[in-house]
């Protein structure tokens, strides 16, 4: 009994995930040749073969839809073992895409980049506070300074892939990558130069 509940529940997810994917497909197609602003739910419904309750079950709005779309871009190419050694790469490969699919970027992006700033920023400043969090090692760093830090660089990093986009994407994936690698590596010196000033004070009064 127990597996065949888990077994139809499966099947509801995976259905749902379909209709998203199938939602998703048409929002992206559509932006290939209308204004983002300008595209209804009306014309995702049409493209997409399905009706607006269905729409509506599955997403509140097309910018829900749009930030769903962003997270499983990424989901397709970060995993795991990402982490602040590595991610550059998966950055770069993720760029790739992004330029593969120019259009719809661009086309979203200019309409309004909050929601992809918002995408960026999620996904790089945990991967910076347990980078950070890893070096300090006599927890001398307060929480709140780890998050300002982690959300500094962040922001850093999105307004630099968002500006790219904007700039019609000229630099290749790889340099972009390369440079935000950089960044990244500022934010752990910065971080660590904290942490060694803390410790002096700490070792001073001891």
Known sequence: MYNKIQETGDTMQQESMDTKSILATALMELTSRKNFAKITIADITHVSGFNR?????????????????????????FDEDISLENWHRYM???????????????????????????????????????????????????????KFYAEFFSFGISGVVINWIKSDMKESPEQVASALKSLAQDSEKLAYEKYRESYRKMKGTT
């Open 92 to 146: 770069a490969v993720l760029l790739q895409h992004i330029r593969n699919n120019k259009w719809f970027y661009s086309n979203t992006i200019r309409h309004d980049e909050s929601y992809f700033q918002n995408f960026i920023f999620t996904l790089t400043s945990t991967l910076f506070y347990k980078a950070i969090d890893a070096l300090d090692l006599h927890h001398q760093l307060d929480a709140s300074d780890k």
């Open 53 to 77: 309750q269905t729409f509506y079950y599955h997403f509140r709005d097309k910018y829900e839809l749009l930030s769903w779309i962003y997270e499983q871009e990424a989901s397709q190419v």
